[in-house]
Structures are given as structure tokens and as C-alpha cells.
């Protein structure tokens, strides 16, 4: 006659390798990831490949280029100065029936830059630098580069580069109601980066940032130091809503993984007593 402790024999190591390998996958399995591509490089195009073989100043602007956002954006010689990027040598490259503008008068900077940014073109228009376009007033590239091209931040906003038409005073006082606003941006884009790359569910925060960020953007053309400094504090204050959204995804987070640490641990500590229990069945 079978007793209850032979019947348990052969069902307890027939558990343990179960046991110990849904613990083993609990342990082992990452969080989930973002599957992305990488971004795309810069355009060999005829331009890049003539020019970028050639010494001095003919050569120069690829080096630089390279080395600017439009390069890290795939937007390369032919978005600025026409032309055919396809074209089998220099002359049908820069063939003017094929689009070729060459290098664009003082004047035309603004246009030229605006087929992309329309909307910065129109903020600079419309501020004290705009204004002054064609009478020694400052163009695109004197505060951006030509080819060496760099993003719009507070960094462009400095002394050495101010002072070279105006005081720097106002600017300053331009600078540094932006500043704080700037901060929580980055902050706040490197988090929802962050949660996305994690696997969380982030769009809308996305989205609610890149308004936020280009409403922002609209203020670096602004000469108006109070105008300023409301619209900042406008910001500021929506910047704290996503903020306070991140502290809550952060929170459910770190509650998930505290459990998910509970139910491994239990799992683990269920494998050691089954184990004990098969010793002492043994």
C-alpha cells in the first residue's frame, strides 16, 4: 500500500526543474526596448565628393558642413545653393537651368533658410534683426554659421557674438529669462527619451514637448525682454504639468519593479523549500 509520502516522492523533483526555471527567466528577462534605426548619415552627393577633395577655401565649407546639423539631417549643398545633386560633373551640378543659385546675396539669406524653417523666417522678419535685413542688420548665418551650421540654443546668445554689432545688456536680460526655461526642456526631453527607450507609452508627452520646445524657439528671435519673460513663465508652467506626468510614470514604474522583486524572490525561496522538502522526503 502506497503511503502519502510515497506518492510525493516522485512529484517533488519532478517540480524543481520547473521552479528554478521560471526564476532563472524572471532574473534573466531585460525590460522591454525601443527597436529604432539609426540616423541617417550624410549625403555623398557630386558636390561632396569634388569639393571635399580640394584644398583651401574650395574644400574647406565640406569639412565644416560635415560637422553641422544639416549634415547630421541629411541636408546637404543642394538645399542651400540649387543645382543638380545627381549630376555627372561640376557643370551639370551647377548648371543654373538645373536650379543653381551659387552663393545667396546678403538679402536672399533669409528666404533661402525659410524654404525649411518657414516659421523662424518669419519670426526673424518680424523682430528688430529682421527689420534691419539689408542695412547691416545680422542675417541667419551670422548668428548660425553658413556651413558649419549649429542648433538654436542659449549658447548663440553670448557676449563675444552680441557685441559685435550692439551692448550686450539687453541681450543678457534676454538670456537669462530664458535659461531656467531651457533647462527644464532638455531635462524633461532626456526623461521621455529615457521612458520610451524602456518601452513606455510616451507619445503624447512627445508630442506636448515638441510644442512646447518650438513655442520656446519662437522667443530666441525676440528682442522684447518682458514679452520674454511672460512667455517663459508660460512655459515654465506647462513644463511642470509633463513633469509631474513623468514623476507619475516614473512612480508606477518603480512600484512594478519592486513587486516583480517580491515575486521573484518568492519564487526562489518556494525553489529552496521544495528542495528542502525533497532532502527531507530523501
Known amino acids: 500500500m502506497k503511503t502519502g509520502r510515497d506518492t510525493m516522492r516522485p512529484a517533488l523533483p519532478g517540480m524543481m526543474p520547473g521552479l528554478l526555471l521560471m526564476a532563472g527567466v524572471l532574473l534573466a528577462t531585460p525590460p522591454l526596448a525601443r527597436v529604432g534605426c539609426a540616423a541617417a548619415g550624410p549625403v555623398e552627393i557630386v558636390c561632396i565628393t569634388c569639393h571635399g577633395g580640394q584644398a583651401g577655401h574650395l574644400g574647406a565649407p565640406v569639412a565644416l558642413w560635415r560637422q553641422s546639423v544639416h549634415a547630421g539631417n541629411g541636408v546637404a549643398c543642394n538645399d542651400c545653393h540649387g543645382g543638380d545633386p545627381n549630376g555627372k560633373n561640376a557643370e551639370e551640378a551647377m548648371d543654373p537651368a538645373r536650379g543653381f543659385r551659387g552663393v545667396p546675396k546678403e538679402i536672399e539669406i533669409p528666404a533661402v533658410c525659410g524654404n525649411c524653417h518657414v516659421g523662424v523666417m518669419n519670426d526673424y522678419l518680424a523682430s528688430e534683426h529682421g527689420k534691419a535685413l539689408g542695412s547691416g542688420g545680422p542675417t541667419c548665418v551670422t548668428c548660425h554659421g553658413n556651413h558649419k551650421v549649429v542648433r538654436a540654443s542659449l549658447d548663440l546668445i553670448n557676449e563675444k557674438d552680441c557685441s559685435r554689432c550692439h551692448s550686450y545688456d539687453r541681450a543678457k536680460l534676454i538670456r ?107
Open 176 to 282: 537669462d529669462a530664458m535659461v531656467r526655461t531651457e533647462g527644464l526642456i532638455v531635462s524633461a526631453g532626456e526623461a521621455v527619451t529615457a521612458f520610451k527607450d524602456e518601452g513606455a507609452d510616451v507619445e503624447r508627452l512627445e508630442k506636448g514637448l515638441f510644442s512646447l520646445r518650438n513655442r520656446f524657439h519662437t522667443l530666441f528671435h525676440d528682442q522684447d525682454v518682458e514679452k520674454v519673460r511672460r512667455e517663459s513663465a508660460r512655459i515654465d508652467a506647462e513644463l511642470a504639468k509633463i513633469d509631474s506626468v513623468l514623476k507619475g510614470i516614473s512612480e508606477t514604474r518603480r512600484h512594478r519593479k519592486v513587486v516583480g522583486g517580491v515575486a521573484v524572490a518568492g519564487a526562489l525561496l518556494a525553489a529552496l523549500l521544495f528542495h528542502l522538502l525533497k532532502k527531507t522526503y530523501d
